[in-house]
């Protein structure tokens, strides 16, 4: 079954702003991963966060996790029209299937 | 030079016909996995090979055939297309040298196939 949902599903900022994603997952976790997709292409690696980690930055991206309410978010700060995407979460659960687990995905769009 | 590379690009095809796809990556990992990506975007893997052995396969019709020559190709056969085959699907590779996986995997650009 699917592990991971995101919240919301498709969102239009200005270029400048803040986007904020989230994803839910059902299951226990080894580690959470967010996924960049471009139109018509294959998926980028963009962060993982380990499931005994609470928050982490990479660049303009700040990941936090709660394994409480198994949920994570994804910030991009300061958008850019090249950030206009589809960004997936993807958890690596931690019976260590060897399966990630992907969200359906947010499609970003940044208006210049 | 591109890591992991997938053809072909596009592929359109009449319903009950056989096809392939065909990865490769360079990147020198030892896992390779196959996912398909429907029209809602919904990610599912389906098969994943390490050192050619299969260690993943999903509840897939057994019209799907992966095949991994050497690690650094999987392969994927397809038998009697059908309409509700039609999606773009991916192949990736990750590291898993050592019983430690690297968590991370590299996406070819996908092959987007139709059936008509």
């Known amino acids: 079954s699917q592990q991971g949902e995101e919240d919301p599903q498709a969102l239009s900022i200005q270029e400048g702003e803040n986007a904020t994603m989230n994803c839910s997952y059902k299951t226990s976790i080894n580690n959470l991963q967010w996924y960049r997709q471009n139109s018509g292409r294959g998926l980028v690696h963009l962060i993982l966060?380990?499931?005994?980690?609470r928050e982490k930055h990479s660049g303009r991206l700040r990941v936090t996790l709660d394994t409480s309410k198994k949920s994570s978010s994804l910030l991009i700060t300061a958008s850019r029209a090249a950030d206009t995407a589809s960004y997936f979460c993807a958890a690596w659960g931690s019976s260590n299937t060897g399966k990630l687990i992907f969200g359906q995905g947010t499609t970003l769009q940044v208006k210049p | 030079d591109t890591a992991v590379s997938q053809t072909p690009k596009y592929l359109v095809t009449q319903m009950g016909n056989d096809k392939s796809i065909k990865c490769e990556q360079n990147?020198?990992?030892?896992?390779m996995y196959w996912y398909k990506q429907d029209s809602k975007k919904f990610l599912k893997i389906m098969f994943s090979?390490?050192?050619?052995?299969?260690?993943i396969n999903e509840t897939v019709p057994n019209r799907f055939s992966p095949k991994s020559p050497d690690k650094a190709h999987l392969n994927l056969h397809i038998n009697s297309l059908e309409l509700g085959d039609s999606a773009v699907y991916f192949c990736?590779?990750?590291?898993?040298?050592?019983?430690?996986?690297?968590?991370?995997?590299?996406f070819g650009p996908g092959t987007r196939l139709t059936v008509t």
């Open positions: 090979y390490n050192n050619k052995e299969l260690i």
């Open positions: 990147l020198g990992h030892d896992t």
């Open positions: 966060i380990r499931s005994n980690e």
């Open positions: 990736a590779s990750s590291s898993r040298g050592g019983g430690r996986h690297s968590y991370e995997q590299y």
